[in-house]
């Protein structure tokens, strides 16, 4: 079956530590999105790719970083310059182009920074 | 910038009841619109979308229309049940590229449905 895939569900650290959060999909989108969701916040965007080798920042990007080396890959880096990491993280994906697509997510990471 | 503004929650209603979930819009050009919900622990789902102005869409019993008049999409469903529970977010394309430029959301409106 074509998704989305997150890993771990749950993650923990100590502050000061980077972590990495994958995501990858096999719904052959060219589209890549990290959105970070917050108690009473809604959802606000990170980073996005149109395509490989390409990213661009969203809403929120000062303490993130991310690559896009493969299609299928999207990797997203909490640094420790990020100031309130804690919070749960969503991957998504969707046809690129001039029209207007509709956004699939995956499952989220909750990340927990101590 | 773009933004959306839905109506605070939680929202409680018994099982059966008719249900409605503002949702307003600020943005430049012509943006798409959704409707997504959320299960616990889950990531998000679409409901529905309209592309255009005075389009309804319509899954699952639940229903909105593209207003731009009122720069409105309010989600309504005739009578809800208690798997209805969940949180619904409101969003919109950034009108400068379509869908590939990010989704603005709203802050969510948790719904609860008592039996």
């Known amino acids: 079956d074509g998704g989305i895939t997150q890993s771990p569900k749950y993650l923990f650290r100590k502050e000061g530590q980077n972590v990495t959060l994958s995501c990858e999909q096999n719904l052959n989108h060219d589209a890549m999105y990290w959105y970070r969701q917050d108690p009473g916040q809604g959802l606000r965007l990170i980073y996005y790719?149109?395509?490989?080798?390409?990213?661009q920042k969203g809403d929120i990007a000062e303490g993130y970083s991310v690559s896009r080396e493969k299609k299928e890959s999207f990797p997203l880096t909490v640094t420790s310059a990020q100031k309130n990491p804690t919070a749960f993280y969503l991957c998504?994906?969707?046809?690129?182009?001039?029209?207007?697509?509709?956004?699939?997510f995956g499952p989220g990471t909750r990340l927990t920074v101590t | 910038g773009d933004s959306v503004t839905q109506m605070e929650g939680p929202v409680t209603l018994s099982e059966e009841a008719f249900l409605t979930i503002n949702c307003t819009y600020t943005?430049?050009?012509?943006?798409?619109l959704f409707w997504y919900v959320q299960y616990p622990g889950e990531g998000l789902q679409l409901l529905l979308k309209a592309t255009k102005a005075d389009d309804k869409g319509s899954n699952k019993g639940f229903e909105a229309t593209y207003r731009k008049e009122t720069t409105s999409f309010h989600l309504e469903k005739g009578s809800v049940q208690v798997s209805d529970s969940a949180v619904y977010f409101c969003?919109?394309?950034?009108?400068?590229?379509?869908?590939?430029?990010?989704?603005?959301f709203g802050k969510g409106t948790h719904l609860i449905i008592q039996p």
């Open positions: 943005a430049t050009g012509y943006p798409s």
């Open positions: 969003a919109l394309s950034h009108s400068s590229g379509g869908g590939a430029d990010g989704l603005t």
């Open positions: 998504a994906s969707s046809v690129s182009g001039t029209g207007t697509y509709e956004q699939y």
């Open positions: 790719s149109q395509i490989v080798n390409d990213f």
